[in-house]
């Protein structure tokens, strides 16, 4: 493959509020970012090939078969159309099946929309989850995802021994990076003591260590080599990407490391031709939906010690201007989680990054390559993608 795969180049991206939207639809977010992103690649729905779609359960939307019915909204009447859906991995999903499209010569351009709307699914997402699990095992426990997650950072922190205080430092530090965020939801100057002084859903996790409910829409337009160097001269090209599907039985896992991420990150670096991660990689945007999984996946990406990100947190490591800037857009605990749009929003936001673009975001150094990441449905999901300039 490696030998026949043509270079692949994001050349715009589109982004819009994530906030909680009663009067929108779908469709109408979906256009809101797939015109943003045309727009900013100089391009028009005329020029565009085929078109991507990602977006998470139906029932989120509240419509059936909602690839199909965000089809027109996204730019792909009368074009080949793909809809990607891995749960909340399907915004990096959906760059890694676009890439697909490109790179293997079937098409030269391809824009890639993932939207979510949240605030449909009555009365509330969780009510959707409830469904998704084992019909034996699991279900008749009346699981969600609150109490697995509080199970799995329970098990992370009794592992490494993590303290809360540092958990809840994610929250702090990503909140106050989406006070420079223009589309952020949930934007704050908060302390740890504000952090652990809110609401516990379930010990240990407290309403300050979760992300929204968010409506949102991301979308990326990826080129050719020979159409991006026509269109721009910063074009970002798409250097490595990966994916692991691990069990979807969360309990036959060791909760404590996500070697899921692990896999997927290891088949982007090899493509990508990265051997020391922790050094070629100077911008991150790991998937952060709790604040624990900030760390967790840092860590399955490779990019800290096992057990050893919570520390390099505390240490400045990750902040905007640290040695390793992680989530400097404010990610998803900062921005809002609109499931797929959430994960392609991380993808904008690399993109931002090394063009220079990313404005009171943009970290420090010149970044040359970066990293998104994406994980979901049944916990079990890692998607991977290394951008370059």
């Known amino acids: 493959m490696r030998r026949i795969r043509r270079k692949v180049a994001v050349v715009g991206a589109g982004l819009t509020l ?108 969780q009510g959707a989850f409830l469904t998704i699990f084992d019909h034996t095992l699991e279900r008749p426990l009346g699981p969600n995802l609150l109490w ?16 809360n205080e540092e958990i809840a430092l994610v929250s702090v530090k990503n909140k106050r990076n989406a006070l420079n965020h223009p589309c952020a939801q949930v934007a704050a100057e908060l302390t740890v003591q504000d952090v652990l002084s809110s609401e516990v859903v379930a010990w240990p996790v407290h309403r300050l260590m ?6 949102g829409a991301a979308a990326i337009v990826l080129a050719s080599e020979h159409v991006a160097k026509r269109i721009t001269d910063k074009p970002v090209w798409v250097e490595g990407v990966g994916w692991c ?7 036959n896992r060791d909760l404590a490391y996500p070697r899921y991420v692990e896999y997927a990150a290891r088949m982007a670096y090899e493509m990508a031709g990265i051997r020391e991660p922790r050094k070629e990689i100077h ?22 010690e096992r057990g050893k990100a919570a520390e390099d947190l505390v240490n400045g490591r990750f902040d ?25 929003m991380k993808v904008c936001e690399i993109f931002w990054q090394l063009r220079g673009e990313a404005g009171k975001r943009q970290v420090p150094g010149n970044p040359k390559k970066g990293l998104a990441q994406a994980w979901g449905d049944l916990m079990q999901i890692g998607t991977v993608v290394v951008l370059g300039r």
């Open 18 to 125: 994530f906030m909680r939207r009663a009067l929108e639809t779908g469709k109408e977010l979906s256009y809101y970012a797939a015109s943003q992103a045309l727009e900013s690649a100089g391009l028009r729905l005329r020029d565009i090939e085929a078109v991507v779609v990602s977006s998470g359960p139906d029932a989120f939307d509240g419509v059936h078969m909602k690839g199909e019915w965000l089809s027109d909204g996204a730019g792909g009447y009368c074009k080949p159309i793909m809809r990607s859906y891995v749960g909340g991995g399907s915004g990096v999903f959906s760059i890694i099946h676009g890439w697909y499209m490109v790179a293997s010569g079937m098409f030269d351009t391809v824009l890639v929309v993932a939207e979510e709307k949240m605030s449909s699914c009555q009365p509330h997402p």
């Open 283 to 304: 911008v991150v945007e790991p998937y952060d939906p709790f604040a624990y999984k900030e760390l967790h996946h840092l860590e399955g990406l490779l990019l800290a």
């Open 320 to 344: 905007r201007d640290g040695e390793l800037p992680s989530c400097p857009s404010g990610g998803l605990m900062g921005v809002g989680n609109p499931i797929a749009a959430a994960g392609l």
């Open 210 to 215: 979760v992300s929204p409910v968010s409506d």
């Open 148 to 163: 697995i997650f509080a199970l799995e950072q329970s098990r992370y922190m009794h592992t490494y021994g993590i303290s």
């Open 245 to 251: 599907l691990d069990t979807s039985y969360w309990g």
